[in-house]
Structure formats: structure tokens, C-alpha cells
């Protein structure tokens, strides 16, 4: 099991910066590959980016690339979304999730946090 638990969300003007965190904890957490999602009223889950537990990263390119970035600390089993930029289309309950290395699945997520970004 792994449990996961997001934080940083808040209220943001466009054009601000929000970090957000997400705090792994439980078995081999580190060993996992961890991807961000966000899911705004009314619409699916949407896919912001990946990091494998090596480092690798993929992005959404058409909706963050450029703008939002993700980075990891496997000895404090963390994961971080710092996101820049912000438009009001970025507002969203944000997610984090944990998948086995290579897997397309993800097998665990958090609670989320809550992103809203005012125009």
C-alpha cells in the first residue's frame, strides 16, 4: 500500500505560481513512478505530467508544457508540481497518483488539492 497526501492548493491570481506537494508514504513508495492529473467542474480527469522513480518526465504538452514543471526527492518520498503562469482555464482539484514503473495504470491516488486561479 501507499498512501499518498497532496497540499498547496489555494486561490492565485492569472500570471501567479502555486508548488504543489504531494507526501508518499508505505511500501517501496519511492520505487514508483508518479504522475500529476487535475480534474476541473464538469469535465475528465486530465492528464499534467509523469515522473518515473528514475527522473524521467513527460508533460501534457498541450495544456502546461512550458509552464509547469515536476520534480521528486525519492529519499524524502516526495513529489512536487510547481506550476507558473497560471491561467484561470489551470482551475482544477489537482491529484496525485502512483503507478509501477512502466505501468500505464495508476494504482494509488490522493485525496487532491484544490487549484483556483481568478482572472
Known amino acids: 500500500q501507499v498512501q499518498l497526501v497532496e497540499s498547496g492548493g489555494g486561490l492565485v491570481q492569472a500570471g501567479g505560481s502555486l508548488r504543489l506537494s504531494c507526501a508518499a508514504s508505505g511500501q517501496t513508495s519511492s520505487n514508483y513512478d508518479m504522475g500529476w492529473f487535475r480534474q476541473a467542474p464538469g469535465k475528465d480527469r486530465e492528464f499534467v505530467g509523469r515522473?518515473?522513480?528514475?527522473?524521467?518526465?513527460?508533460y501534457n504538452a498541450n495544456s502546461v508544457k512550458g509552464r509547469f514543471a515536476i520534480s521528486r526527492d525519492n529519499a524524502k518520498n516526495m513529489v512536487w508540481l510547481q506550476m507558473n503562469s497560471l491561467k484561470p482555464e489551470d482551475t482544477a482539484v489537482y491529484y496525485c497518483?502512483?503507478?509501477?514503473?512502466?505501468?500505464?495504470?495508476?494504482?494509488?491516488w490522493g485525496q487532491g488539492t484544490q487549484v483556483t486561479v481568478s482572472s
Open positions: 497518483a502512483a503507478s509501477k514503473p512502466g505501468k500505464s495504470e495508476y494504482d494509488y
Open positions: 515522473i518515473t522513480w528514475s527522473g524521467r518526465i513527460t
